[in-house]
């Protein structure tokens, strides 16, 4: 079999692959990373990014994108960290989870409603809307402070069920969701629009509301992933998502979903997810500069992009 087709059949190969090289690097830097303690420590510091990367992941699906998603993130920690506070009741926190998930529900929305329906491009208009989040949160909350009632977020930090972090729990449902979805005529609606929009359209397929679809569940992903972060660090910080939609699309990318649509799925991106958080350790233990994590980041987005092009021009030049 040859190696493009494999690609294509197992897109996750690759992030599979890379993820192991990781391991290893960070195992000879840090022994204990096999470690039980490690391990759960580890996990629930990955978590946040697994979510919102599989949200991410099924907008790129479609050949969209999301900008927007750490904008929504840090409008989650800033309403946790105002609304309930560290002297909050565990009812107050619940109620305001809910909340918060219908916001990033609306958020969602609102980008679904620009790019499927009014025909703008994806890019710009989750990059014009992240402004738009980013300054609500700023509103919200100026400056870091707050926070959630240490007994809430210690559910989340040290008492887990059966000794392993909840993320052990939530990436396996995500896994066999996306797998139950795959196989229903929305799994396929989502190929079909990622692969090529117009002809999914000729043969009925409802492009606009699947694109739409793809928003809302990026933004109540990002949401989701505003609660984790937030359990977290168990406090309040208006920009805690900035720096994490640029890690959610190099690990959609690592994780083999390409850019253009049409190729991919969910274990891939998760994979990704995983890797670039064990790449924090390697940077850390290493002590390597943090900006070189970034420039890693951007070059495989980069190349990702260029990737493509770069392959038809090889072909061209053949024959």
Request: overall charge positive; proline content about 4%; aromatic content about 12%.
């Amino acid at each position: 079999m040859k190696l493009s087709h494999l690609s294509l059949r197992h897109p996750y190969l690759l992030s599979a692959i890379i993820f192991f090289v990781v391991l290893v690097v960070n195992f000879y830097l840090q022994e204990s990373i096999l470690e039980g303690n490690t391990i759960n420590n580890n996990m629930r510091v990955f978590l946040p990014l697994v979510l919102l990367t599989a949200g991410q992941a099924v907008v790129i699906l479609t050949g969209g994108i999301d900008i927007s998603v750490g904008s929504i993130v840090s409008i989650v920690s800033a309403l946790l960290a105002t609304r309930v506070g560290l002297e909050g009741t565990v009812n107050q926190t619940l109620t305001w989870f809910g909340i918060v998930l219908l916001v990033g529900i609306l958020a969602g929305s609102i980008n679904g409603f620009f790019v499927s329906y009014l025909r703008l491009q994806p890019i710009i208009t989750t990059y014009a809307t992240s402004f738009f989040f980013g300054g609500l949160a700023l509103f919200i909350l100026p400056q870091p402070g707050g926070g959630i009632p240490a007994k809430v977020a210690n559910v989340y930090r040290t008492n887990y069920p059966l000794g392993l972090h909840w993320a052990f729990y939530v990436i396996p449902l995500l896994v066999l969701s996306w797998v139950a979805i795959r196989q229903t005529r929305y799994g396929r609606y989502l190929f079909a629009v990622g692969g090529r929009a117009q002809a999914a359209y000729e043969t009925a397929v409802p492009v606009n509301q699947i694109i739409f679809s793809t928003y809302v569940v990026s933004g109540f992903m990002a949401a989701l992933t505003g609660i984790c972060i937030t359990l977290l660090t168990g406090s309040g910080n208006p920009q805690i998502g900035d720096p994490m939609t640029l890690q959610a699309i190099t690990a959609v990318v690592i994780g083999g979903t390409a850019l253009s649509g049409g190729v991919g799925g969910i274990a891939g991106p998760i994979l990704g997810a995983l890797t670039l958080g064990i790449i924090k350790n390697i940077v850390s233990f290493a002590n390597i500069d943090y900006w070189w994590q970034t420039f890693v980041n951007y070059m495989i987005i980069l190349i990702a992009l260029a990737a493509p092009g770069f392959i038809a021009l090889f072909r061209r030049n053949r024959s």
